[in-house]
T-cell receptor, first 112, second 114 residues
Framework: ETGVTQSPTHLIKTRGQQVTLRCSSQ?????VSWYQQALGQGPQFIFQ???????GRGNFPPRFSGLQFPNYSSELNVNALELDDSALYLC???????????FGSGTRLTVV | AQSVTQLGSHVSVSEGALVLLRCNYS??????LFWYVQYPNQGLQLLLK??????LVKGINGFEAEFKKSETSFHLTKPSAHMSDAAEYFC????????????FGTGTRLTVIP
């Protein structure tokens, strides 16, 4: 059974640029959530995708957007990057039969 | 609204001593509660979860937590600390509605002194 994999592991972008982060969910999991973890903080919920539709969103602006594909993998897109977007971005997958989330190792985004 | 408060951003214990990490929750509905551990430069690993079954929950690596509704607490304990337990620990509560997303505390960094 494969876990959640995220790519890339590290990324450096310039303010104003756009970035795409990728996530492959654990086998058998059809729900993917994204979290932002700023340095020294707990993760904060960005949004969740279920069956390719957004199924809930946290307090993040529209420049944070996402996609889920038929194989349940997912992308997080962030437009017009700001310095405060620098954080660890975590992807988590789940399924109706498993209450809880399996997290990936994250993508460390640095905006300069 | 759901939230958790972790008392103590840093906790230090001696190797072999009791580990106690505190978590209090606020929830408008009976909660689902979780403890996750995060090692440096890694993602989150689930230690244990409470989903309204037994109030004493046993997890991995010898950790356990007790759900106490009257105290709105879900403290994490381990009888004897090991050097490998040094990490950041996060308590989280689920809203159990819609996206069932997790609300995390700010974390407690555990240091184990040899």
């Amino acid at each position: 059974e494969t876990g959640v994999t995220q790519s890339p592991t590290h990324l450096i972008k310039t303010r104003g640029q756009q970035v795409t982060l990728r996530c492959s969910s654990q086998s058998g999991h059809n729900t993917v959530s994204w979290y932002q973890q700023a340095l020294g903080q707990g993760p904060q919920f960005i949004f969740q995708y279920y069956r390719e539709e957004e199924n809930g969103r946290g307090n993040f602006p529209p420049r944070f957007s996402g996609l889920q594909f038929p194989n349940y993998s997912s992308e997080l897109n962030v437009n017009a990057l700001e310095l405060d977007d620098s954080a660890l971005y975590l992807c988590a997958s789940s399924s109706p039969s498993y209450y809880g989330y399996t997290f990936g190792s994250g993508t460390r985004l640095t905006v300069v | 609204a759901q939230s958790v408060t972790q008392l103590g951003s840093h906790v230090s214990v001696s190797e072999g001593a009791l580990v106690l990490l505190r978590c209090n929750y606020s929830s408008s509905v009976p909660p689902y509660l979780f403890w996750y551990v995060q090692y440096p430069n890694q993602g989150l690993q689930l230690l244990l979860k409470y989903t309204s079954a037994a109030t004493l929950v046993k997890g991995i690596n010898g950790f356990e937590a007790e759900f106490k509704k009257s105290e709105t607490s879900f403290h994490l304990t381990k009888p004897s600390a090991h050097m490998s337990d040094a990490a950041e620990y996060f308590c989280a509560v689920s809203d159990k509605t819609g996206a069932n997303n997790l609300f995390f505390g700010t974390g407690t960094r555990l240091t184990v002194i040899p």
